[in-house]
């Protein structure tokens, strides 16, 4: 199975704050990474797709970068509504797997 | 706009089989190309995917479960369905289905969760 390893696991930070959060494989996988937002009680919703392609409705202060190993989610700007936890996933091979997850805390 | 929707038993016991059904709608479940899925997510922790089942009925199954799981598709329906076999309370999760277009798209619409315990 490919290991998805997130840093970190979790942060502080304020609203107008910029944050990055980083994904790495344990082996390459293309830019076949996806990233998530899950909020409290609620389903993820996907953010990303294809490493760096934002998804229908996203808004734009969301940025996703990488290719091979090394990934990284950035928020620009971070607004409240922004607060959650954020999962990345590897779709290139089976058995998909995700990140532990990093949550984004208020400061 | 595809919509999901999870329903089955929130208790089951320990040993015995898990089953939900996941109801789609917005689209038909034997559109090309679908694949239908099942992720879980235990009480605070991170996800986990299950399997998933292609419109043709192939199926693909995490190895960690594939001996306990059968996904399979209902067309009439345009329903899919999970079973789990031999629960213990380590499979007590929120239970998410999930669509995505091709083999390697990312999971796009997901099912707002449900809630199985497992316990006597």
């Known amino acids: 199975d490919i290991q998805m390893t997130q840093s970190p696991s979790s942060l502080s930070a304020s609203v107008g704050d910029r944050v990055t959060i980083t994904c790495r494989a344990s082996?390459?996988?293309?830019?076949?990474l996806n990233w998530y937002q899950q909020k409290p009680g609620k389903a993820p919703k996907l953010l990303i797709y294809?490493?760096?392609t934002l998804q229908s409705g996203v808004p734009s202060r969301f940025s996703g970068s990488g290719s091979g190993t090394d990934f990284t989610l950035t928020i620009s700007s971070l607004q409240p509504e922004d607060f959650a936890t954020y999962y990345c996933q590897q779709s290139y091979s089976s058995p998909w797997t995700f990140g532990q997850g990093t949550k984004v805390e208020i400061k | 706009q595809l919509q999901l929707q999870e329903s089955g038993p929130g208790l089951v016991k320990p040993s015995e089989t898990l089953s939900l059904t996941c109801t789609v709608s917005?689209?038909?479940?034997?559109?090309?190309?679908?694949?239908w899925g099942w992720i879980r997510q235990p009480p605070g922790k991170g996800l986990e995917w299950i399997g998933s089942i292609y419109y043709s009925g192939s199926t693909y199954y995490n190895p960690s479960l594939k001996s306990r799981v059968t996904i399979s598709v209902d067309t009439s329906k345009n329903q899919f369905s999970l079973k789990l076999s031999s629960v213990t309370a380590a499979d007590t999760a929120v239970y998410y289905c999930?669509?995505?277009?091709?083999?390697?798209?990312?999971?796009?619409?997901w099912g707002q969760g449900t809630l199985v315990t497992v316990s006597s």
């Open positions: 999930a669509s995505h277009y091709n083999w390697n798209d990312p999971l796009a619409y």
């Open positions: 294809a490493a760096s």
């Open positions: 082996q390459s996988i293309s830019s076949y």
């Open positions: 917005g689209g038909s479940i034997s559109s090309s190309s679908y694949y």
